[in-house]
């Protein structure tokens, strides 16, 4: 399975008295317009995958419609588990994954800690390797993502490519 792990464009800075319930907190438009344009370079240089999960949270499910507008990919859809940084997090997105194994391809759409933890995790370590800057995507291949389900088994992904919106702005 190629999964594609991709954190949140670029959003307004926590400010309790702007956005007091910060799931509602939107990207910005220069952290949208960067995105799109590495999107459509995605959309034009990889095959779309067959799902999208996101989580619903406001800058988190923006991305994710940006990549189906701007690359081409499927409407994104709900998955709690990409909600949360708690213990336990990277397990279950894990199980997500396993749960979907027959796909070919899979994107997930979530915030930090929790992606670049979960990189990290199926990369074979316990410490963040790879830094999921704001709307990084990660392409990884992975030969038994089932084997993630019960647990799963850590360093069970290779790392095809990295890409970050900064690119865009070099390109």
Same mark, same amino acid.
């Given at each position: 399975?190629?999964?594609?792990?991709?954190?949140?464009? @670029?959003?307004?800075?926590?400010?309790?008295?702007?956005?007091?319930?910060?799931?509602? &907190?939107?990207?910005?438009?220069?952290?949208?317009?960067?995105?799109? @344009?590495?999107?459509? &370079?995605?959309? &034009?240089?990889?095959?779309?995958?067959?799902?999208?999960?996101?989580?619903?949270?406001?800058?988190?499910?923006?991305?994710?419609?940006?990549?189906?507008?701007?690359?081409?990919?499927?409407?994104?859809?709900?998955?709690?588990?990409?909600?949360?940084?708690?213990?336990?997090?990277?397990?279950?997105?894990?199980?997500?994954?396993?749960? &979907?194994?027959?796909?070919?391809?899979?994107?997930?759409?979530?915030?930090?800690?929790?992606?670049?933890?979960?990189?990290?995790?199926?990369?074979?370590?316990?410490?963040?390797?790879?830094?999921?800057? @704001?709307?990084?995507?990660?392409?990884?291949?992975?030969?038994?993502?089932?084997?993630?389900?019960?647990?799963?088994?850590?360093?069970?992904?290779?790392?095809?490519?990295?890409?970050?919106?900064?690119?865009?702005?070099?390109?």
């Amino acid at each position: 399975m190629r999964l594609f792990v991709v954190r949140h464009a @670029k959003a307004f800075e926590r400010d309790p008295g702007r956005f007091p319930d910060d799931r509602l &907190r939107p990207l910005t438009r220069e952290g949208a317009r960067e995105f799109r @344009k590495l999107a459509r &370079r995605v959309g &034009r240089g990889t095959d779309a995958p067959e799902l999208v999960l996101s989580s619903s949270w406001t800058r988190a499910w923006d991305t994710a419609v940006a990549l189906e507008d701007a690359a081409g990919w499927p409407a994104p859809e709900s998955c709690a588990a990409l909600e949360s940084d708690e213990p336990g997090a990277v397990a279950a997105i894990a199980r997500e994954i396993s749960a &979907r194994a027959s796909l070919e391809a899979l994107a997930l759409v979530g915030h930090e800690p929790v992606l670049s933890a979960l990189v990290a995790w199926l990369l074979g370590s316990d410490h963040p390797i790879i830094r999921m800057r @704001k709307g990084a995507i990660a392409a990884l291949e992975i030969a038994s993502p089932r084997q993630l389900g019960a647990g799963g088994v850590s360093g069970a992904a290779q790392l095809e490519w990295l890409a970050v919106p900064a690119l865009m702005r070099r390109a």
